[in-house]
């Protein structure tokens, strides 16, 4: 099995930061791409930002400029910085990545974090 921990939401004014982290563990053989999405309520999940194995970015129009995704493939984790926040970022946002587990190298599967709420006052 493999997990994904998220950590480092909370409570922000606008205009400040914050620094989401994410890491896998289980019987990992390999992570491909890993990203960050967001769900505010009554809306649909989004994506925010996602990097490939080899470093390769992209990020949602909405917080280009403002956020940054960056990975540590040896730890098998995936951060996001998010400065110059804003009441609109406030959302649940989720860790995700592409796994192959031990023994099924060639398959890959999606795995989500359990979420971790941002919240960002006017």
């Known amino acids: 099995q493999v997990q994904l921990v998220e950590s480092g939401g909370g409570l922000v004014q606008a205009g400040g930061s914050l620094r989401l982290s994410c890491a896998a563990s289980?019987?990992?053989?390999?992570?491909?791409?890993m990203g960050w999405y967001r769900q505010a309520p009554g809306k649909q999940r989004e994506l925010v930002a996602a990097i490939t194995s080899g470093g390769f970015a992209n990020y949602a129009d909405s917080v280009k400029g403002r956020f940054t995704i960056s990975r540590d493939n040896a730890k098998n984790a995936v951060f996001l910085q998010m400065n110059s926040l804003k009441p609109e970022d406030t959302a649940v946002y989720y860790c995700?990545?592409?796994?192959?587990?031990?023994?099924?190298?060639?398959?890959?599967?999606?795995?989500w974090g359990q979420g971790t709420q941002v919240t960002v006052s006017s």
């Open positions: 289980g019987s990992i053989f390999s992570i491909n791409g």
């Open positions: 995700n990545a592409a796994v192959s587990q031990l023994g099924h190298p060639g398959y890959f599967s999606d795995y």
